[in-house]
């Protein structure tokens, strides 16, 4: 087993690969994760030697592409475990996958007055959906805040639900400001009011062991792109019951049990959302991320994460004018780091940063209501993975202190 001082980099080919003579530090991991030489192989692999469609022919290659691709929706069902793989539903993303939600699902159970409860601090791809609905439907959309150290305001969100609260559609781990939402709680609390709980794993998914199970989430969410996987798949668990409910929301082949010229039936769960061609070699390469992941283990790539974290946080809370956003305490700030430096924007921060070789992001992170309530407009935001190392963390430091004094010579 690789142990926490293993140089996890050397799996993957683009940490390894210089940029003006030095590696660059990629710290920008929640906007999408690098991938490991054992997820390319596994793609390269089926496009040379099994690619053809699933589903559909007799063949042998068929059969085997047929195999693979179905094979990886049980790794995807046992990494979170969830009770069958027919409760997983191959998407491009976790985007879409709210979306299938919300038009497929939502807009058949909702009436005029029910309530959809969102956080302030959702993405918008946790959002702009349930406006949608909500403009559709007639139902209500509230939100919940957040208490000054950025986690979730419960108390405030057990006074809002009520008999008429449908959803209530929330992130596992907020894409800003790191912090852990209490699923099973939200959940418990969803269930005794008859609503149901959609959760956006794209940001735990990486970083935490996740069980649908024990979390009795109704709907869960994530991309494979943020944890070590190929971009363009995603994935969309749900309860057997719901997603029996739940409509497709694009037709064609593959979806279908029986077409007459003017009706059409569909195959069972989960094939029926799966219309036409799936992204086969996506969840391959998604599988294979979760053999990577699991090779480590969970609790491994926790304890290594933490010590970053830890040592992040600390470091940033040291330098004058640096302020960090979200829990203070490291034990519940998972995966992001949101900080802004008095009197610069974060676009330059950014952009100094990026001299240094150093990859963040600066921005509202598609999270634009967040911002409004903490009363910015922007941050820069640093992304932790396992494969990052002290190294990494130092590098962002020394160069955030060189920032801010070529800023504070500029304004003499």
Known sequence: MKGLTYNYKKDFPILTKKVNGETRSYLDNAATSQKPQSVINAITDFYQNDNANVHRGVGSMSQMATDKYESARQTVADFINAPASKNIVFTRSSTESLNWIATGYATQMLEPEDEIIVSIAEHHSNLIPWQQVAKQTGAKLSFVGLHANGTLNLAE???????????????????????????????????????????????????????????????????????LGP??????????????????????????????????????????????????????????AIDYINQIGINQINAREDALMKLALS??????????????????HKGVLSFNLAGIHAHDVSTGLDLDNIEIRAGHHCAQPLMKFLDVESMVRASISFYNDETDINRLIESIKTVKEFFANELA
């Open 231 to 288: 971009t363009g798949i995603g994935v969309l668990y749900g309860k057997t019951e719901l997603l029996e409910q739940m409509q497709p929301v694009q037709f064609g082949g593959e979806m279908i049990d029986d077409v007459q010229q003017q009706s059409a039936t569909w195959a069972p769960v989960p094939l029926k959302f799966e219309a036409g061609t799936p992204n086969i070699a996506g969840a391959i390469g998604l599988a294979a």
């Open 315 to 332: 470091s940033l809370n040291e330098i004058a004018g640096v302020t960090v956003y979200g829990p203070t305490d490291f034990n519940n």
């Open 157 to 227: 969100l057990e006074k809002m639900v009520s008999s008429k609260t449908k959803i209530i559609a929330i992130n596992h781990i907020s894409n800003v400001l790191g912090s852990i939402n209490p699923i099973a709680e939200i959940a418990n609390l969803a269930h005794q009011n008859g609503a149901i709980i959609v959760v956006d794993a794209a940001q735990s998914a990486p970083h935490l062991k996740i069980d649908v199970q024990k979390l009795d989430a109704d709907f869960l969410v994530f991309s494979g792109h943020k944890m």
